[in-house]
């Protein structure tokens, strides 16, 4: 068999392996929010996340995809035989698939951001030395870790002490829900439609600027905070002046809100994390073709698989982790978890449009955290932060050296 | 499981609180019992009765155990730590003092002089009241965790710290008036019995005096 066919197809099945872990481990975190409060049922959460995990990937996905597949490393400084990229890129698929493999065997919150780009770095050092790692881009990444949790629990902060001051606590909470709803359905629209029409449609052909593609997703926020009044009227029709009928029925409006957070968090996840699987198996195919230093958009029978692998996931293994989530956080009220996803979705997105590959996961940990500081959660668990700041300093090592070592076998192979 | 998300969560421990209110309720109750048998002279009804507050009292500290185990150093709280603490043993001693009396009763066999017997009697009254209104502050608590410690649960919060400290001043003043009818007394009693007076009306007092303490923790919950 030809060395080619082999690459592509050990490619194909580390980067299926790959985006079935992302559908089972990532997206069941990134969903488990909504699943919690119930917002959202298991059935429901699935078919959210597969609608809006491929929308993202497919519209917002392209920048982080590009980073991951030519940003970190020179591709130029590897020579000029694709096979090496070829093979290198398969070993970082493999070397971040088997660290997530171990990491979720021993329950460590590490993520799948942070395995990849590991490995590519470390593949990159191995094959074109140090000088062909991009490492302003490395320092970007790294700082975008840190951010991203502290900004996506900037947002949750101020967004459920927002929700606390003007809605719960006010004298009738639905009544304040009736003026402010359609005022927090703009920006998830709003935020949603720009990172869509900004740089997103350029396989329809559709490069709008800055200027116009601002202009349009303002329109699509107003657009769908008017169709929302009528419905917020009709949620927040009063029954009585029960002050725990109104705060019951509140939380319920927020249920409502919640389902479009719970797309809003399933979009940002799929326009970030999907590259993940489909950068470095886009690179292999791309190097494959013979298309090594040319601008070529990600071939769809790549999505396809990603898209594929990820579904295959939440299937068959992310709704266990779901339920197991759905059980352990009803804690988190639709309030609290409305604040945390918009939070975390913003902050991902914004990311995302930045090419800067982030960890949903814990960005989403960030807001949640956010959100108690604004005393909205009862009991937060810090020990899990404290594992998440270590599994920064050992995922990216550990899978650098991982892919390494695979790409020093696998060059064997090279002719 | 790799589920961070899930592990981030950790069940609130607050409502344990409330359990073990119920407990030192239940004690603190008992002790207006002890006082009516004392009354009527019933000795070894006295010693019974204090044997069984006792018990209660081991079991509100279980609770009261358990409630603390509940609050590793790890877990992030919308309140200080430190203050559910405090707070919890302000509720222990409310146990403790009403064990006390009934240990206080039984070490000297005491007899009530009839001009004392009815605000003895209202004196438990007033302090069990105390009890009861800061029992009252602690039912808030689910509310105000719902409500993210500010709106109208923290002012009913506020509020009813108010009253708390209101009816343990009411129970201040009662104890005055006791112990004005005891040294009355004075001249008709043994030193001994007039010293173990004393101590009891400080014991019941001291049940007030930390049902008010319970009061001023929740002032700081609402604050911080």
């Not at chain 1, 580390?14 to 990532?26: H, P, S, T, V």
């Not at chain 1, 107003?222 to 419905?231: G, K, Y």
């Not at chain 1, 090594?292 to 295959?312: F, H, K, Q, T």
């Not at chain 2, 007899?111 to 602690?138: G, N, R, Y």
Request: charged share 15%; glycine share 10%.
């Amino acid at each position: 068999m030809e060395l080619t066919t082999i690459v592509l197809a050990v490619a194909a099945i580390a980067g299926l392996y790959m985006a079935w872990n992302i559908g089972a481990n990532d997206v069941a975190n990134a969903m488990g929010t909504s699943v919690g409060s119930g917002a959202l049922t298991l059935r429901g959460a699935i078919i959210v996340a597969a609608i809006f995990e491929f929308g993202g990937a497919m519209l917002a996905g392209g920048t982080v995809t590009k980073t991951i597949r030519r940003g970190i490393v020179d591709m130029d400084a590897l020579g000029g035989d694709p096979m090496v990229i070829a093979i290198g890129m398969t070993c970082c698929l493999i070397a971040a698939a088997l660290w997530l493999n171990i990491a979720t065997y021993a329950g460590w919150p590490v993520s799948t951001t942070h395995s990849i780009v590991g490995a590519v770095m470390g593949f990159g050092l191995i094959a074109g030395g140090f000088e062909a790692v991009n490492w302003s881009m490395m320092v970007k990444i790294a700082a975008s870790w840190i951010i991203s949790p502290l900004l996506g629990g900037f947002l949750g902060y101020f967004g459920f002490v927002f929700i606390k001051n003007r809605i719960l606590n006010v004298h009738r909470p639905l009544l304040a829900l009736r003026g402010w709803g359609p005022i927090m359905v703009f920006p998830i629209f709003a935020i949603l439609a720009l990172s869509v029409l900004f740089k997103g449609l350029k396989p329809l052909k559709l490069d709008l600027g800055l200027g116009s593609s601002l202009g349009i997703a303002v329109a699509v926020g107003l657009l769908a905070s008017i169709l929302s009044v009528p419905l917020l009227r009709r949620a927040t029709r009063l029954a009585s002046e029960d002050k725990d009928e109104h705060s019951y029925r509140a939380e319920r409006v927020f249920l409502v809100l919640q389902v479009m957070t719970a797309c809003f968090v399933a979009f940002a996840h799929g326009s970030n994390d999907v590259a993940n699987a489909v950068g470095p198996m886009a690179a292999v195919f791309g190097a494959t073709s013979g298309q090594l230093g040319a601008e070529v958009a990600v071939p769809y029978r790549v999505l396809l698989i990603g898209a594929l692998g990820i579904v295959v996931g939440l299937a068959t293994y992310g709704y266990k982790i779901m339920a197991t989530i759905g059980k352990k956080i009803t804690e988190l009220t639709p309030s609290r978890g409305f604040a945390a996803e918009f939070g975390a979705a913003t902050t991902i997105v914004m990311a995302s449009k930045l090419g800067l590959p982030v960890s949903t996961t814990h960005t989403l940990v960030g807001a949640v955290i956010g959100v108690g500081f604004a005393r909205g959660i009862g009991a937060i668990n810090a020990r899990v932060v404290s594992g998440i700041i270590a599994s920064w300093f050992i995922t990216v090592p550990f899978t650098a050296i991982l892919a390494a070592g695979l790409f020093l076998i696998g060059r064997l192979w090279l002719p | 499981m790799r589920i961070p998300l899930a592990n981030l969560l950790a069940r609130n421990p607050l409502p344990k609180v409330g359990d073990l209110m119920v407990e030192v309720m239940r004690t603190s109750d008992r002790v207006q019992d002890l006082i009516e048998l004392l009354a009527k002279g019933d000795q070894a009804g006295v010693e019974r009765l204090a044997k069984e507050i006792s018990a209660m009292e081991g079991k509100a500290d279980d609770a009261k155990n358990a409630a603390r185990s509940k609050m590793p150093v790890r877990l992030m709280m919308p309140v200080d730590r430190r203050d559910v603490l405090k707070l919890i043993s302000e509720m222990d001693a409310i146990a403790d003092c009403a064990e006390d009396v009934g240990v206080l009763l039984t070490i000297r066999p005491l007899t009530v002089p009839d001009e004392m017997k009815p605000v003895l009697q209202l004196f438990v009254q007033s302090a069990l009241d105390t009890v009861h209104e800061a029992a009252k502050l602690i039912d808030l608590i689910d509310d105000l965790v719902e409500s993210g410690f500010s709106g109208p649960p923290a002012e009913r919060v506020l509020e009813q710290s108010a009253i708390l400290g209101r009816a343990e001043h009411e129970a201040d003043k009662i104890q005055d008036q006791c112990a004005k009818v005891l040294f009355k007394e004075e001249d008709n009693m043994p030193p001994a019995a007039v010293f173990m007076w004393t101590k009891v009306l400080n014991k019941i007092g001291d049940m007030a005096n930390h049902a008010e303490n319970v009061g001023d923790q929740f002032r700081l919950f609402v604050a911080g």
